[in-house]
């Protein structure tokens, strides 16, 4: 009687262990994407972990706290910001420039920003503070100022417009009703606040 014989089927091929930079990039997605879902106080460390498939102990390498991976997370996240819309019009500027907004304030990092901003306690926010200013407040404002001063220069703005109150109008009441009336800033909501809250502030005053 012969007896069979049983080979092994050929084993698979691992996957190639990620290290350097792409390990890191794993991570740091994984660590937006947990933001963006479950928030600052749902994401863990083991989480981050998983969902970059490899160890905990190959995050807390880089980053020995979740608030130092966070803060390197929303950095590695942030969009790159263009030079301002230039459509023709201060009007045209502006809403091109609240829908560019609105598509970053929903986008994976716009989530993960919320999430810090709205749950984190005071310390803890002070820890990202440089992160959310230079990399998001200061961006935004400054190309603000390039369609008001864009503006000025067409004679559709009256010069004493271009002040910090002026600027700060656009990103404090999307990120007010945003978080306090739910809203999600549909075209028209867009360009009903250009047209009764920024046009009448920029208009000169005989117009």
């Known amino acids: 009687m012969v007896t069979p014989r049983w080979t092994a089927a050929p084993a698979q091929a ?17 660590a937006l994407e947990q933001l963006s879902t479950v928030g600052w106080k749902g994401l863990t460390m083991e989480g981050v972990a998983a969902g970059a498939q490899t160890g905990k102990a190959a995050v807390y390498r880089r980053w020995p ?26 009007r045209a500027d502006l809403v091109a420039l609240c829908r560019r907004a609105r598509d970053a304030m929903y986008s994976r990092l716009g989530s993960a920003l919320r999430s810090v901003i709205h749950e984190c306690d ?7 503070h440089g992160v959310i200013v ?28 271009l002040n910090s109150y002026v600027l700060d109008v656009l990103p404090a009441m999307m990120m007010y009703r945003s ?6 800033w549909a075209d028209q909501e867009l360009d009903e606040m250009v047209d009764r ?3 009448p502030l920029l208009r000169p005053r005989d117009s």
């Not at 230079?134 to 417009?161: F, H, T």
């Not at 978080?179 to 999600?184: A, D, V, Y």
Request: overall charge negative; aromatic content about 2%.
């Open 14 to 30: 691992a996957s190639p262990r990620r290290r350097g930079v792409v390990l890191e990039r794993a991570i740091l997605d994984a």
């Open 134 to 161: 230079d990399g998001v407040v200061e961006p935004v404002v400054k190309l603000l100022r390039e369609v008001v001063e864009r503006g000025i220069d067409r004679g559709e703005v009256r010069p004493d417009a």
């Open 179 to 184: 978080k306090m009336c739910g809203s999600e």
């Open 65 to 90: 706290s979740k608030e130092d991976l966070v803060a390197d997370a929303l950095q590695s996240g942030l969009p790159p910001f263009d030079a301002a819309p230039d459509l023709g019009t201060v």
């Open 122 to 128: 005071p310390l803890q926010v002070e820890r990202f």
């Open 197 to 199: 809250l920024m046009m």
